[in-house]
């Protein structure tokens, strides 16, 4: 998932993300694909009264394997050219490095780290899982380094940066630890890698029956707001809509190549080119085509492996 977040096109000089103000004191930092090092995935910036709180910290990839926090290092840069006020918090999304793997550079700054309480649970054993038999040491003691949220919650909580009121709302899909964050005042949700924009997702830690709901409360309940996504540039109700489509179409093809007996390749061989049609034009559909499909297949199969939350 890191290495895909930059590989869309040749890179060049330029800043690992590009500061796009949402709204009055609320900025999202895009991934620049055009960067020799572009973030891993987006991030939030929420200036209140009294403090900022973070949406995601991230790293880049690099060809040989090892992580580089330098883009987080940029977005704290960043945040002091935008106000003198202190980085209270940081919001992970969920537990996927790009997402959480720089959480150290604004906790050793003073900030508290929070997330949803799987987060806890997975930052650091699910991150090297990911990895497999593949993980070098560098990467595992990288990995094993991260810093943990220290505050957790189960289904929602609030925080105040003053007058400035910030919703952290937990919403099941994308791995089962996930949040979102949201801005009344600013009309702007975060939403994590529950929505990517005109993009395939990444579903290795997915179940996509509940993100489908997910989704559709989000679209019912947060109509005329801007959507951060985890990837991708910021959206409207229809873009959550229209990545909401994708997923259901995915997994009702997937359920009616299994009802006819279709396996492995054979399954995908039929489904792929029906995605095509529609999806054809969405960033990363070449990479991550067959993996959605095969993860959904042993979703739906009951063979997929997910993370197991602790019982509360």
């Excluded at 508290?112 to 991150?127: C, F, G, P, Y």
């Amino acid at each position: 998932m890191l290495s895909l977040a930059g590989a869309s096109c040749t890179r060049a000089v330029g800043p690992p993300f590009v500061l796009k103000e949402i709204g009055p004191g609320v900025w999202a930092a895009i991934s620049n694909p055009k960067s020799r090092t572009p973030a891993g995935a987006n991030m939030g910036i929420i200036i209140g009264d009294d403090g900022v709180a973070v949406v995601d910290t991230t790293v880049s990839f690099g060809a040989d394997g090892a992580f580089n926090t330098e883009p987080t290092r940029q977005l704290l840069t960043a945040i002091r050219t935008l106000t003198k006020l202190p980085v209270r918090y940081v919001i992970n999304t969920h537990h996927h490095l790009d997402h959480a793997g720089a959480n150290t550079v604004l906790a050793d700054s003073g900030a508290i780290v929070i997330a949803q309480r799987n987060v806890r649970d997975w930052i650091r054993s699910e991150n090297v899982h990911a990895f497999g038999a593949d993980v070098t040491p560098a990467q595992r003691t990288f990995i094993e380094a991260l810093a943990p949220p220290v505050m957790t919650y189960s289904r929602e909580m609030e925080l105040y940066l003053g007058s400035r009121e910030v919703r952290v709302r937990s919403l099941p899909g994308h791995t089962g630890g996930d949040s979102v964050v949201m801005v009344p005042d600013a009309r702007t949700v975060f939403t994590g890698d529950l929505f990517w924009h005109n993009s395939l997702p990444n579903l290795v830690d997915a179940s996509t029956k509940p993100w489908i709901d997910s989704l559709d409360a989000l679209a019912q309940h947060e109509a005329g707001t801007t959507f951060v996504p985890g990837h991708g540039e910021t959206g409207r109700v229809e873009d959550v809509a229209s990545f909401r489509d994708y997923l259901a179409t995915l997994r009702s093809l997937v359920e009616n190549a299994q009802a006819s007996g279709k396996p492995g390749d054979a399954l995908a061989d039929l489904v792929v080119p029906r995605l095509r049609e529609k999806f054809r034009n969405w960033e990363y559909f070449d990479n991550l085509v067959k993996p959605n499909i095969q993860d959904v297949a042993a979703e739906i199969s009951g063979t997929k492996r997910v993370p197991q939350a602790r019982a509360e």
